[in-house]
């Protein structure tokens, strides 16, 4: 087999399928030399008079904040990113405005000599290789397709506990990430997650409700929040993860 020089041929991209850059708070944090809390404050309320706040989950995100523990995060896309910085210093506006070049520059493919023949050999391998690739993902995507389809048709739900198992993820990772994009919450003074009605309309998630008995020998009834197999689906989709 015929080897290419990877240097002569950039990366191809197809742009019509391509995920617009957006900076994460944490970074803007690191470039300004801001804390983190004070970027997610300033982000928040710049967003809610944007959008109104029954949008700003669409730019929620959580990151490893390490041992384990997720955090929250806002992903701002570039107008976002530069309204929220335009009441900062030059100089920052500055770094987040260089930050954009190199972020926009590096998604920008350079234009290709297809007079000179090696060019058009790297082209002809890297299509070769991408379409290996496709043939590689299209397998794999029918069988995980096939098992979402049994998944999502099958009768039960499962705990959120459980649910972290299923997806392999760490449960208070999915708790955090679950409640960043508005699928649970709890009410004040109660202990419990519950399920947000939008999320239980489009049969996500359900509640269970059973009785017990207090320490004082009176009925309660306790509500417990449970994703359902189509949840369990959108989930997987949502973190691009496999189901085991």
């Not at 998604?107 to 790297?122: C, E, K, W």
């Amino acid at each position: 087999m015929q080897t290419h020089d990877s240097k002569l041929v950039p990366s191809l991209a197809i742009h019509g399928g391509k995920t617009p850059l957006t900076m994460s708070s944490r970074e803007i944090a690191e470039l300004t030399g801001k804390r983190h809390d004070h970027v997610m404050r300033d982000a928040r309320k710049m967003l809610i008079d944007l959008h109104g706040e029954e949008d700003l989950p669409k730019f929620g995100g959580v990151y490893d904040g390490g041992n384990g523990e997720a955090r929250p995060c806002l992903h701002l896309p570039k107008r976002e990113c530069l309204i929220l910085v335009s009441g900062y210093s030059v100089e920052l506006r500055a770094r987040i405005i260089d930050r954009w070049m190199e972020l926009e520059e590096g998604a920008t493919p350079r234009a290709l000599d297809f007079s000179d023949p090696r060019v058009v050999l790297g082209v002809i391998g890297h299509l070769q290789g991408e379409v290996a690739k496709k043939d590689e993902i299209i397998a794999e995507q029918g069988g995980r397709l096939k098992k979402l389809d049994r998944l999502e048709g099958a009768k039960g739900s499962m705990c959120i506990t459980d649910a972290a198992k299923t997806l392999a993820v760490k449960r208070d990772f999915l708790f955090q990430f679950m409640q960043t994009r508005r699928w649970i919450f709890k009410r004040s003074g109660n202990k419990n997650w519950l399920a947000y009605d939008t999320v239980r309309h489009a049969g996500y998630m359900e509640h269970d409700d059973h009785l017990y008995m207090d320490n004082e020998g009176r009925e309660r009834v306790s509500t417990q929040a449970l994703v359902t197999a189509k949840g369990l689906v959108k989930l997987a989709a949502l973190l691009d993860k496999p189901l085991h």
